[in-house]
């Protein structure tokens, strides 16, 4: 096992809604949890450390509701997430910016699929997984908009 150079200093849940709908009949309600993942998106915000290139202050967004209202979505989700990382001083920082924009994203992505698991284990229908995600086209969004913000504050050393 090697370790990550990557480190999950803490994260935040900043926003938490799951909202279970009552189906119409079990086949409805059946049909609907086979494909409940049909209609998930997710949004990423990064954003670096003015003062230190190798900390990093990610936010993570999943949602996952009906695309249009005549449709049936047995959970409408909405949770976001705000994660405090560090990169390894051994990682070149030309490199920083990739393992970041595709590795924070990802880790927090596992976090928000366990608190679905969690809240919709304890719904009036069976619980929602979130599927498994990669995160490469973070990092082409991230080199687009090269945003930029002082997460110094949100740091405990």
Not at 65 to 86: N, Q, V
Request: glycine residues 4%.
């Amino acid at each position: 096992m090697q370790l990550s150079s990557l480190i999950l200093k803490g994260y935040i849940i900043t926003n938490l809604s799951i909202k279970a709908q009552v189906p119409e009949s079990m086949e409805q309600a059946a049909k609907a949890i086979a494909s409940s993942t049909a209609n998930l998106t997710t949004k990423v915000g990064l954003a670096k450390n003015d003062q230190n290139q190798r900390q990093w202050k990610v936010s993570l967004q999943v949602i996952s509701e009906a695309t249009d209202s005549s449709e049936f979505c047995p959970y409408r989700i909405d949770i976001e997430l705000l994660g405090i990382f560090e990169v390894a001083s051994n990682v070149e920082e030309s490199k920083i910016q990739e393992l970041v924009s595709v590795n924070a994203p990802s880790l927090l992505f596992g976090a928000a699929r366990e608190l679905v698991l969690l809240i919709t284990g304890r719904g009036p229908l069976p619980p929602v997984t979130l599927p498994c995600a990669v995160f490469t086209d973070t990092l082409k969004n991230s080199k687009e908009t090269k945003k930029k913000s002082n997460v110094a504050h949100l740091v405990r050393g």
